[in-house]
Nanobody
């Protein structure tokens, strides 16, 4: 059974930092690309960042480029999202997802497995 478990969310002031982790089990993690998505209240879930299976390629949403950094440790079956210079508009539930495609992906239908999410709240 595949499980993706996010952690590291919380409440932070604007300008602060958080590091999200997503621990994967039940799949050959090193063969999957991984992504981070978020959903704010009243909005649709949106792409945040993704990373290819070997970390060679990453993609970022324009809204987080230069502030967020996605990385992975295949030995630990874990993907990370370092979030710096947080803004109130970054407030959302953050989800990690796994895609069977090797390359970094942006589109939600290309992701097969999803975590349950972790709440990030940025106060102004």
């Amino acid at each position: 059974q595949v499980q993706l478990v996010e952690s590291g969310g919380g409440l932070v002031q604007a300008g602060g930092t958080l590091r999200l982790s997503c621990a994967a089990s039940g799949l050959t993690f090193s063969t999957y690309s991984m992504g981070w998505f978020r959903q704010a209240p009243g909005k649709e879930r949106e792409f945040v960042a993704s990373i290819s299976w070997n970390s060679a390629n990453t993609y970022y949403a324009d809204s987080v480029k230069g502030r967020f950094d996605v990385s992975r440790d295949n030995a630990k079956n874990t993907v990370y999202l370092q979030m710096d210079e947080l803004k109130p508009e970054d407030t959302a539930v953050y989800y990690c997802a796994a895609s069977a495609y090797a390359g970094a992906r942006r589109w939600q239908p290309e992701y097969r497995y999803w975590g349950r999410g972790t709440q990030v709240t940025v106060s102004s």
